[in-house]
């Protein structure tokens, strides 16, 4: 049978981790994409030596080169400068935006119609960076922070609560970093508001390690940063656009009004399928939650005129 292809530009942890989940669920053919000389062609080749064991049928290649990513369905862009102890998120502004500038060109290029997802620190400019360069119309280009972020709070609240990861509905808004805001109201447990499970002197804690979740792991590896959850939450964004699930992921996204904030990139609940993103959906959030969401939204916008791409 034929597969949908997908390219994952970046074959560091995050990105091989994500080109082996994609392959491994038999999502699409992944060719996976480096500046390094041989390091995607080794990896991909080791993958494809795990497929006798694992049964997948889908093919993952490795290459330097951006013709071979030709006609890709989606485009996943993980590659950039990753955080150590004691850097924030946007101390890797101008690196990572010239490097995710040269990506986009050359992955335009070969696939005009692809959908592009953003992995790449500082998540929310970057993707409004990928966006003015790809001259695609925004619901072509998101972002995956929200996905995460939405994972790791429902994992720091099942241990809480004592149930099941996956018994965790989770919504988490906002930009990608210090300024993320839990919605603990729209957090359902089993289909119960987390409001009504736990009192809000537990409840705060638990947010804002959300917040610190990212800087947890790279204090704990003091060598890089997480890897494992980032994939599995681009994989899952991937999932939406290529079977067109209509899931409602928490992804950022062009803002025109939303939440009372336009013309920039942040996390929202968003509606994701095969043309991208769907729909944004408003779901009500307190004076504060408005407000914090705001804050976040200005933060990025800030962000994104420092590297004059502002509209």
Same mark, same amino acid.
């Given at each position: 049978?034929?597969?949908?292809?997908?390219?994952?530009?970046?074959?560091?942890?995050?990105?091989?981790?994500?080109?082996?989940?994609?392959?491994?669920?038999?999502?699409?053919?992944?060719? %996976?994409?480096?500046?390094?000389?041989?390091?995607?062609?080794?990896?991909?080749?080791?993958?494809?030596?795990? +497929?006798?064991?694992?049964?997948?049928?889908?093919?993952?290649?490795?290459?330097?080169?951006?013709?071979?990513?030709?006609?890709?369905?989606?485009?996943?862009?993980?590659?950039?400068?990753?955080?150590?102890?004691?850097?924030?998120?946007?101390?890797?502004?101008?690196?990572?935006?010239?490097?995710?500038?040269?990506? !986009?060109?050359?992955?335009?290029? +070969?696939?005009?119609?692809?959908?592009?997802?953003?992995?790449?620190?500082? %998540?929310?400019?970057?993707?409004?960076?990928?966006?003015?360069?790809?001259?695609?119309?925004?619901?072509?280009?998101?972002?995956?922070?929200?996905?995460?972020?939405?994972?790791?709070?429902?994992?720091?609240?099942?241990?809480?609560?004592?149930?099941?990861?996956?018994?965790?509905?989770?919504?988490?808004?906002?930009?990608?970093?210090?300024?993320?805001?839990?919605?603990?109201?729209?957090?359902?447990?089993?289909?119960?508001?987390?409001?009504?499970?736990?009192?809000?002197?537990?409840?705060?804690?638990?947010?804002?390690? !959300?917040?610190?979740?990212?800087?947890?792991?790279?204090?704990?590896?003091? !060598?890089?940063?997480?890897?494992?959850?980032?994939?599995?939450?681009?994989?899952?964004?991937?999932?939406?656009?290529?079977?067109?699930?209509?899931?409602?992921?928490?992804?950022?996204?062009?803002?025109?009004?939303?939440?009372?904030?336009?013309?920039?990139?942040?996390?929202?609940?968003?509606?994701?399928?095969?043309?991208?993103?769907?729909?944004?959906?408003?779901?009500?959030?307190?004076?504060?939650?408005?407000?914090?969401?705001? +804050?976040?939204?200005?933060?990025?916008?800030?962000?994104?005129?420092?590297?004059?791409? +502002?509209?």
């Amino acid at each position: 049978m034929g597969y949908p292809k997908v390219t994952v530009v970046g074959a560091g942890f995050v990105g091989a981790t994500a080109a082996q989940r994609i392959v491994e669920k038999e999502l699409a053919d992944v060719v %996976l994409v480096d500046v390094v000389e041989g390091l995607p062609q080794g990896k991909a080749l080791d993958m494809m030596e795990s +497929a006798p064991i694992e049964g997948f049928r889908t093919r993952i290649s490795g290459t330097n080169d951006y013709a071979e990513t030709k006609d890709s369905d989606v485009i996943v862009i993980t590659a950039g400068l990753a955080r150590k102890p004691g850097m924030s998120r946007d101390d890797l502004l101008a690196k990572n935006a010239e490097i995710i500038s040269g990506i !986009t060109k050359n992955c335009v290029e +070969a696939s005009p119609n692809a959908i592009i997802i953003t992995v790449t620190n500082p %998540l929310d400019v970057m993707t409004y960076l990928a966006w003015k360069v790809s001259n695609f119309p925004t619901r072509r280009v998101m972002g995956m922070a929200g996905a995460l972020d939405s994972a790791r709070y429902a994992y720091f609240l099942s241990q809480e609560l004592m149930c099941l990861p996956s018994d965790v509905d989770p919504m988490v808004l906002g930009g990608h970093g210090d300024q993320m805001v839990p919605v603990p109201q729209h957090t359902k447990v089993k289909g119960k508001p987390v409001t009504e499970c736990l009192q809000p002197d537990v409840l705060e804690p638990i947010n804002q390690r !959300t917040r610190d979740g990212g800087i947890e792991i790279v204090q704990l590896l003091k !060598t890089g940063s997480a890897y494992y959850a980032p994939s599995a939450s681009a994989v899952r964004m991937v999932k939406a656009v290529l079977q067109n699930t209509g899931d409602v992921i928490p992804s950022c996204v062009y803002l025109t009004g939303q939440y009372g904030i336009k013309d920039v990139y942040c996390g929202v609940p968003a509606r994701i399928g095969r043309e991208g993103v769907m729909e944004i959906p408003e779901i009500e959030l307190t004076d504060q939650q408005k407000q914090d969401l705001k +804050a976040s939204a200005e933060h990025v916008r800030e962000n994104c005129e420092k590297l004059k791409i +502002a509209v």
